[in-house]
């Protein structure tokens, strides 16, 4: 009969029980004495073994932890992350939510770093770094005149667009207000309320730089200024509903969080940790489209979905892509912190994208990265369920069919295509009684057909509750 092997073997650690301990030693005993030895557990002796086998046994336990300390697969907390760390895969710690408020007052008003606002629940959020009110870095601007003289001109400049009105003898503050309405830049608005004209940017993270004319007088500058909460962890305020001032400084009038927030994330836990390990070989790559992608997915805290493109040819290819660069199509994610991610995976070769973010490197010397951001394209599901005939059909069904459409539509990523067989056969493997489906898909939620639905490389088929409707039919 075959020895058992303990300890270190070919099949990794075999531990010796605790059994298998005692009946070690009263063996040895009985080769030492010649004679059989009783052991039962009321015994002198077979307490005494006891006693012995079970310290040996604390030293076998602590053998076989120590040996799976070794291993991600199974090592645990502080060990785990040294395991991991041969690999260079450090567990990610708590951080914290940022958002980017928009602070509105006069003019030139300085926000002192760690200046406090907070949240219609409760929540601090303090700002990173001191920032301004400022007519370089403004995302709405109200303005206003006492009176109109004839032959004067009033002006404004957003964005490098200049509008101007110069008064007749007919205008009055109220009209002159309404003609530097006209000529926006793309992505502005305004509006004139009670002789107040307010011009407002749809992108309300990235300001422009805006200047008046000396015959018009400033009411409120709006400028974005980031704010990280006072404690980590996923929160996730949603827009319009951090609007108090904490800190009270002069010139500071409000402050409104107009942009969805980049939750923060508590500490990693070990299950999350082993799974991130297990796909992190590609992103431990350099020059590797494959190695961004994984960088940006794992490590840049709102990315939902990242999708890279190479272009390593000589000339420009079919989708725009200059020679010798590589295009990311990210979805979610601070434009900076996507930025400094792809800085740091890529290869030296240039970048491509609408989203143009500078990067200072270790050296101080700035470098611009380009990225893009992909087109969201709603898609609508009809689903059209028949009943087995002898197999019955849960009441909750339509909920639950449309749930699973919900969760496999959320799940496709940049470019991915809606293939309609592929959403049914989770509906088939999920529910019981159906006889058959017919799933019909659309992008415009009036015409419905049985086509799959392609979607561009630089496009990202969008699903929600509202646009699925499940039908049982009679």
Request: with cysteine; net charge negative.
């Amino acid at each position: 009969m075959a020895t058992t092997e303990y300890g270190v073997t070919v099949n990794g650690f075999v531990r010796k029980r605790l059994p298998e301990i005692i009946a070690g030693i009263n063996a040895r005993l009985e080769a030492a004495w010649g004679v059989p030895v009783s052991t039962k557990p009321n015994s002198v002796i077979g307490q005494l073994v006891g006693v012995f086998a079970a310290e040996i046994d604390d030293q076998w336990q602590l053998a076989e932890d120590t040996y799976n300390a070794m291993y991600p697969n199974t090592a645990e907390g502080v060990s785990l992350r040294n395991a991991g760390g041969f690999a260079g895969v450090t567990a990610l710690d708590a951080a914290k939510t940022k958002i980017y408020a928009v602070c509105y007052g006069d003019y030139n008003t300085i926000i002192p770093q760690d200046a406090q606002i907070q949240g219609d629940d409760g929540t601090y959020y303090e700002a990173y770094v001191a920032g301004t009110i400022s007519l370089s870095n403004a995302v709405s601007l109200a303005v206003t005149l006492a009176s109109v003289s004839e032959g004067t001109t009033y002006s404004v400049t957003i964005a490098g667009t200049t509008i101007s009105k110069t008064a007749g003898a007919a205008d009055t503050v109220n009209s002159v207000l309404v003609a530097l309405t006209s000529g926006l830049p793309a992505g502005w608005s305004s509006g004139v309320v009670n002789n107040v004209l307010t011009f407002a940017q749809a992108d309300r993270i990235n300001g422009a730089v805006m200047s008046v004319s000396s015959t018009l007088t400033i009411v409120n500058v709006y400028s974005p200024i980031v704010f990280y909460a006072a404690e980590t962890g996923p929160l996730d305020p949603a827009v319009g509903t951090v609007t108090k001032i904490v800190t009270q400084i002069a010139g500071w009038r409000g402050v409104s969080n107009d942009s969805a927030a980049y939750p923060g994330r508590d500490v990693e836990k070990d299950t999350d940790y082993r799974q991130r390990y297990a796909s992190v070989v590609p992103a431990q790559g350099k020059a590797m489209v494959e190695a961004i992608q994984a960088n940006l997915l794992q490590n840049v805290s709102g990315v939902k979905a990242a999708v890279v493109f190479e272009n390593d040819g000589d000339t420009t290819d079919s989708d725009g892509r200059p020679p010798h660069s590589i295009e990311a199509v990210v979805q979610g994610g601070d434009d900076e912190e996507v930025a400094a991610m792809i800085w740091r995976a890529k290869a030296p070769a240039s970048t491509y994208g609408s989203t143009s973010v500078v990067v200072i490197d270790s050296q101080g010397i700035p470098h611009t990265i380009n990225f893009n951001r992909p087109t969201e394209k709603p898609i609508w599901l009809r689903c059209t369920v028949h009943a087995h005939p002898e197999i019955a059909l849960a009441g909750d069904a339509v909920q639950t069919i449309a749930g699973i459409l919900l969760a496999r539509g959320q799940a496709h990523e940049v470019g991915q295509d809606v293939i309609l067989e592929w959403l049914k056969s989770f509906v088939y493997q999920n529910v019981l009684g159906i006889s058959y489906l017919d799933l019909e898909g659309s992008t415009d939620g009036v015409a419905y057909n049985t086509t799959n639905i392609p979607i561009g490389v630089r496009e990202l088929a969008t699903f929600n509750s509202a646009n699925i409707e499940v039908i049982v039919a009679i």
